[in-house]
């Protein structure tokens, strides 16, 4: 029994230890089958005379790098090349002044595929686990690589193909097992950009299967060897998801938000302004002032006047007033002629008025007796006035 213990022990610690790593690293600084250490290693022996450097920053702010130069070798090797069109218009002015980019990704994204001009196609079903999918068979098929072997290795496959591209300046360089196309080439100016759809091929589990490394070797003579700087790009591998071109407008924003005191204070300002302009939404309630009636100053005007008459015992000029303001009230409201105060004039205001006839007549009576008489007492001027406030108020 102790026997079997141990053997089974030292079997499963052996089987523990074969464990194949299967992290998609893709990093320099990884040994694992899937990092790119070997294959960053390598560059000191392809470009003997170029200066090796890393590079961490966004297209344009290049510490090793710059566009104005020429013969330099911006490397690309990540799962997902998520550039955004600002990203793609630096990285096309840089080839454009002489220099290469060479872009190794499964997926391309769109501002990438629509400003080169071409479309690419993953195989979706496996596009959430790539284990799914092995057994990666590439070839270069440019005449000058001089070299259609194919070139294999049982490890995931992970990757992608063009079904269109521009074809007045584009070059097929190789192809994957199916004969599709995965990699291509595209004249920038003075230099080129290099777009390759399978980035497992600069893994070291690829590299190091059988002759895998004639494939790097092949692919870098496409390369100038006289290159002044090579710079290997970790920009992109690390580059989040959500730094793609959906969200490009808002990138300032992404940076902000990943460092986490800045983050709190943003979100401390926004929750106070959003508790602000709730508050300031609330109507607000004032006190309504007491506003006194406006006064009829020609009202107070005509009593001081009639009582000015009145104590003066000025009947007759105050009849003839009174008089004067209702021929005038007659003419204004009634549109009636008030020159002649006969038969058919008192018709016309009863009919208009509805008051009775016979008030209406001793009213105008009354006004031509004042216009004849020498003098009018108290009492006929009170019921002249009694007789004008009835017809105002029935009228």
Same mark, same amino acid.
């Given at each position: 029994?102790?026997?079997?213990? &141990? ?9 523990? /230890? #074969? ?26 022996? /392809? ?10 920053? /966004?297209?344009?702010?290049? $510490? ?8 330099? !070798? ?16 630096? !990285? ?9 980019? %060479? ?9 990438? =595929? ?10 979706? =079903? ?24 194919? %070139? ?5 496959? %992970? ?37 390759? &759809? ?12 059988? $002759? ?49 005191? +800045?983050?709190?204070? +943003? ?11 709730? +508050? ?19 009202? $107070? ?26 021929? /005038? ?31 209406? #007549? ?8 004042? =216009? $004849? ?14 007789? !004008? ?7």
């Amino acid at each position: 029994m102790l026997v079997a213990a &141990l053997i089974l022990l030292f079997s499963s610690k052996e089987k523990k /230890e #074969r464990t194949l790593d299967k992290r998609l690293s893709m990093s320099r600084t990884d040994k694992i089958p899937y990092g790119t250490w070997v294959a960053y290693e390598h560059l000191k022996d /392809e470009f003997p005379e170029a200066r090796i450097s890393v590079n961490r920053k /966004e297209p344009g702010l290049w $510490d090793s790098i710059t566009s104005y130069e020429s013969k330099q !070798l911006l490397f690309i090797v990540s799962p997902q090349f998520q550039a955004t069109e600002f990203d793609m218009n630096r !990285l096309i002015t840089f080839a454009e002044n002489g220099n290469d980019v %060479f872009i190794s990704a499964r997926h391309i994204s769109g501002s990438a =595929e629509k400003l080169l001009d071409c479309n690419t196609n993953i195989y979706t =079903e496996y596009s959430d686990n790539y284990e799914k999918r092995d057994t990666l068979n590439i070839r270069l098929v440019h005449g000058m690589l001089n070299d259609r072997r194919t %070139f294999t290795y049982p490890g995931a496959r %992970f990757d992608a193909f063009f079904y269109s591209s521009n074809g007045t300046y584009t070059e097929v360089m190789g192809t994957e097992g199916d004969g599709r196309t995965n990699f291509i080439r595209m004249q920038a100016g003075k230099g080129h950009i290099y777009l390759h &759809l399978a980035p497992l091929a600069f893994s070291n589990y690829f590299l190091l299967n059988g $002759d895998n490394m004639r494939y790097y070797e092949k692919l870098m003579s496409l390369f100038d060897p006289s290159m002044k700087k090579v710079v290997w790009d970790e920009y992109f591998l690390n580059k989040k998801a959500e730094d793609n071109e959906d969200s490009g407008n808002q990138k300032w924003l992404s940076v902000l938000f990943k460092h986490p005191a +800045l983050r709190a204070a +943003l979100l401390t300002a926004m929750l106070a302004l959003l508790i602000f302009t709730l +508050l300031e939404m609330r109507r607000k309630q004032r006190i309504i002032p007491h506003m006194a009636p406006p006064r009829n100053d020609s009202l $107070d005007f005509v009593k001081t006047i009639g009582r000015l008459y009145y104590d003066k015992g000025d009947h007759r000029n105050l009849c003839r007033k009174m008089g004067s303001y209702f021929l /005038e009230h007659v003419r204004n409201r009634y549109k009636l002629p008030t020159t002649n105060l006969d038969e058919s004039f008192m018709q016309l205001l009863q009919y208009k008025s509805g008051a009775p006839e016979q008030e209406i #007549r001793g009213i105008v009576t009354f006004i031509k007796y004042v =216009e $004849d008489s020498p003098a009018v007492t108290a009492d006929e001027l009170a019921h002249f006035h009694a007789q !004008l406030e009835s017809f105002y108020q029935k009228a």
